[in-house]
């Protein structure tokens, strides 16, 4: 048995050696091989050279896919599953936010369970701040309630799979890519283990607020076209109250002689649905921008530079 690690790494530079460091001696003893697959996202800083010398030395079986420019982790999580060649594999961070003792847990319920094909691991306490909580929270309640997938909230993609897991993860390589969602719909067994984010060993969390948020959007875009029903309820609704309204003034005017004075009535109905218009146009374009690089299909990643090992299969 075999179990490959993928890990994205991003300016990690600082991280990479601790990090497997800490895997030899969490898997000490383990009774199973093991490699890393390291996948340089583009980074700025040391990371490749670090993690050349790491595969230079080859502590342990390490791998390196490094990509000609910053592709973002999804795509190195892709990048990740193509080169691994393990029997189980894990998604885990460079920067031991995530404990790999915790894999060695997850491999074990994959061992004792022949029935479970993915544990996933959620944090039970986060040590983050009130808003981006609150945030986080909302987007799961809104991805639950439009799509039809299941996301457990909290759920990370630290997650130790089978193999025909991750072949499954690669049949669905679409460009714009959301590993949460994507597990969800292959479905497969799932179990939930909690775990506790530890700081992170060095170096910055590469995650702004807008990064977190563009992220979300494409989360909710990519599992649900419940926003264009949306656009469609809306103009539906205001077309319904525009035709009444029409009807009310026309009565007006013939029954009454009422002659209404619409100057603020007209200003606010045309900005009004002019921003309903744009809303909607701007849904629409959501999809319409996905489906236009979808059809480019370009590549997700490009490889620039490949570090193997002998695998004497
Ligand atoms: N990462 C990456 N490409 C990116 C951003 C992040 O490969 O464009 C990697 C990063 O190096 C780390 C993991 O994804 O190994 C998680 O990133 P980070 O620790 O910044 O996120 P957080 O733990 O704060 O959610
Ligand atoms: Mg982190």
Known sequence: MKLSLIVPCYNEAENVAA????????FEGCGYDYEIVFVNDGSRDATLHNLRKLHAQQKC???????????????????????????YLSLI??????????????????????????VAAYQDRRNEGKILSFFKKSFY???????????????????TFRRSVAESMLELSEYHRFSKGIFAWIGYNTDYIPYTACERHAGKTKWSFTKLMNYAIDGIIGFSTAPLRLATYTGMITSV??????????LQKLIWGIDVPGYATIIVLILLLGGIQ?????????????????????????????????ENV
């Open 19 to 26: 990090f497997e460091d800490a895997v030899i001696k969490a």
């Open 61 to 87: 079986p390490v791998k390196v896919v490094s990509f000609s420019r910053n592709f973002g982790k999804e795509a190195g999580l892709y990048a990740g599953l193509q080169y691994a060649s393990g029997d």
């Open 93 to 118: 961070d460079a920067d031991l936010q995530q404990r790999p003792e915790i894999v060695r847990d997850m491999v074990r319920m994959l061992d004792e369970q022949p029935d479970l094909d993915v």
């Open 141 to 159: 309640s809104i991805i639950n309630k439009l799509s039809n997938v299941e996301i457990k909230p909290d759920a990370s993609d630290f997650r």
């Open 241 to 250: 109250a525009a035709a009444i309204y029409l009807l009310a003034v026309v």
């Open 278 to 310: 744009l809303f909607c146009i701007g849904i629409i374009g959501e999809y319409v921008g996905r489906t236009f690089e979808q059809s480019k299909n370009r590549p997700i990643y490009i490889p620039k530079e490949i570090l193997t090992y002998e």
